[in-house]
């Protein structure tokens, strides 16, 4: 064996990996631009940290199951002028998650509320926080089941492993009893502990209406709006612009 094999198995044996698998080019690189040892040094430690941050951000991605690969830099805030790129990068010190603060977009479809909400998740990623994303409709059904199974307690504690949880189209069919019950013990073990990250149709004077009981809406929303960032979002669905210009 030589002396590259038997140093990139020592780096292996202490589990840095990505400097074993490409110390040949490391080294290359560091022989071709003259670095001294102490700049080959942080050229290493430096390769490892990249890859492991790369390899943690496509981990985390996958896990939170964004339904699509929305980016904040993809937002056109020029068609959506009810809320500033300011605002916008004005959140992404995560002070609010820090704070177990929550976000709520509300606004017609077709607005980029989920836009916006998935692309504030994925900056969130990059940060280093842990972000799910459930539409709530299949939150609904899969607290419903848990609850049916009587493992309702276990499913909460798993939801709650994250940092921010993004409930998606709230408010767009109404709940049935089990389901507003279910969905409160989310937002109460959420409250003070964990941020949501949530968009709606329905202001939260007209919460009710989907809830079937002002009794069940009002704890809810005052969970909600205690400690959080309301935005409110207008103008023509961009979804319906871009298919009559198309």
Do not use: C, D, M, N
């Given at each position: 064996m030589g002396q590259l094999e038997l140093t990139a198995g020592?780096?292996?044996?202490?589990?840095?990996?990505a400097i074993a698998g490409d110390l040949t080019d490391l080294l290359a690189q560091a022989e071709a631009n003259e670095v001294s040892y102490l700049a080959f040094a942080d050229m290493l430690v430096e390769h490892e940290r990249q890859i492991r941050e790369a390899k943690r951000i496509d981990l985390y991605r996958r896990q939170a199951g964004f339904p699509s690969d929305k980016r904040l830099e993809g937002f056109d805030y020029r068609h959506q002028t009810t809320i500033t790129k300011r605002q916008v990068s004005a959140l992404l010190d995560f002070a609010f998650l820090d704070n177990r603060e929550n976000l709520v977009f509300?606004?017609?479809?077709?607005?980029?509320?989920?836009?916006?909400?998935?692309?504030?998740?994925?900056?969130?990623?990059?940060a280093g926080y842990r972000v799910l994303f459930r539409n709530a409709l299949d939150l609904v059904e899969e607290l419903e089941l848990a609850e049916m199974k009587g493992a309702l307690k276990k499913t909460l504690h798993k939801l709650a492993k994250v940092d921010a949880l993004v409930i998606d189209e709230l408010g767009y069919l109404p709940m049935s009893r089990q389901a507003r019950y279910a969905l409160f013990q989310l937002i109460n073990r959420f409250y003070e502990h964990h941020s949501l990250i949530i968009t709606t149709n329905k202001d939260?004077?007209?919460?009710?209406?989907f809830f079937h009981d002002d009794n069940v809406a009002v704890p809810i929303v005052d969970r909600i709006i205690h400690h959080?960032?309301?935005?409110?979002?207008?103008?023509?669905?961009?979804?319906?612009?871009?298919?009559?210009?198309s």
């Open positions: 020592r780096y292996r044996s202490l589990r840095l990996g509300i606004g017609p479809p077709g607005v980029g509320k989920t836009h916006l909400a998935i692309g504030i998740g994925q900056k969130a990623i990059e939260f004077t007209s919460w009710g209406e959080s960032h309301l935005y409110l979002l207008g103008g023509e669905s961009y979804r319906l612009k871009q298919k009559t210009l």
